[in-house]
């Protein structure tokens, strides 16, 4: 079955400190990858997403990803964290379920960000 | 730029009631969905279509209906409200084609509380 996990519910970084969020997902063919973010009271903001080629992808806000098919793993990261991107981030799988393109929704890390 | 738009941002009905959650996109797609946030699960579909008059169950679809008169709207309805209900409520959209590349844009959301 399809699936996204995010294995941290919260994290609590300072500012200007790196950041890594964890994403791992099952999908049985080339999986198709995407990171939201959704700001407090706001609705989903795509940052980044991998189809195939360079596993090193970027995307807005300064933030990237690196997807590695061995660890069936899609990590977002930023060098430097600013008090701003304090929200809710969200990896997704793009499926095909009974031939419709749907979006896997991993369960979300909620990101707090120390002056 | 893309545009979704949810008709209201916070809803507060009572259980029983018939309730309507509207949403309009501006791009021609396709594709529309409806999705239920809460804390700790992430996104969960509730049903999407793929054209007019057209609709597909998603993951919880049960207590819900949907219609699609036009193709630029897309309405979420409860039957008889519960308070299990109370939730926030994502609309989205993609592209003509709704192929796996395409991203998902949102709509703000609707932070409905059912008493």
């Known amino acids: 079955a399809q699936s996204v996990t995010q294995p941290d519910i919260h994290i609590t970084v300072s500012e200007g400190a790196s950041l890594e969020l964890r994403c791992n997902y099952s999908?049985?063919?080339?999986?198709?990858l995407f990171w939201y973010v959704q700001s407090p009271g706001q609705g989903l903001q795509l940052l980044l997403k991998?189809?195939?080629?360079?596993?090193l992808v970027q995307g807005i806000k300064g933030f990237e990803a690196e997807f590695k098919r061995s660890q069936s793993s899609f990590n977002l990261r930023k060098p430097s964290v600013h008090w701003s991107d304090a929200a809710e981030y969200f990896c997704?799988?793009?499926?095909?379920?009974?031939?419709?393109?749907?979006?896997?929704f991993g369960a979300g890390t909620r990101l707090a960000v120390h002056p | 730029d893309v545009k979704v738009t949810q008709s209201s941002r916070y809803l507060v009905k009572r259980t029983g009631e018939k309730v309507f959650l509207e949403c309009v996109q501006d791009?021609?797609?396709?594709?529309m969905f409806w999705y239920r946030q809460d804390p700790g699960l992430g996104l969960r579909l509730i049903y999407f279509?793929?054209?007019?008059?057209?609709?597909e169950k998603g993951d919880i679809p049960e207590g819900y209906s949907v219609s699609r008169e036009k193709k630029e709207r897309f309405s979420l309805i409860l039957e008889s409200a519960s308070t299990n209900q109370t939730s926030m409520y994502l609309c989205?959209?993609?592209?003509?084609?709704?192929?796996?590349?395409?991203?998902?844009?949102f709509g703000d959301g609707t932070r409905l509380s059912i008493l």
């Open positions: 791009m021609d797609h396709e594709n």
């Open positions: 991998y189809f195939s080629g360079d596993t």
């Open positions: 989205a959209s993609t592209s003509p084609g709704g192929s796996r590349d395409q991203p998902q844009h």
């Open positions: 999908y049985g063919a080339t999986p198709y």
């Open positions: 997704a799988v793009a499926g095909l379920s009974g031939g419709y393109n749907k979006l896997i």
């Open positions: 279509s793929y054209d007019v008059k057209m609709k």
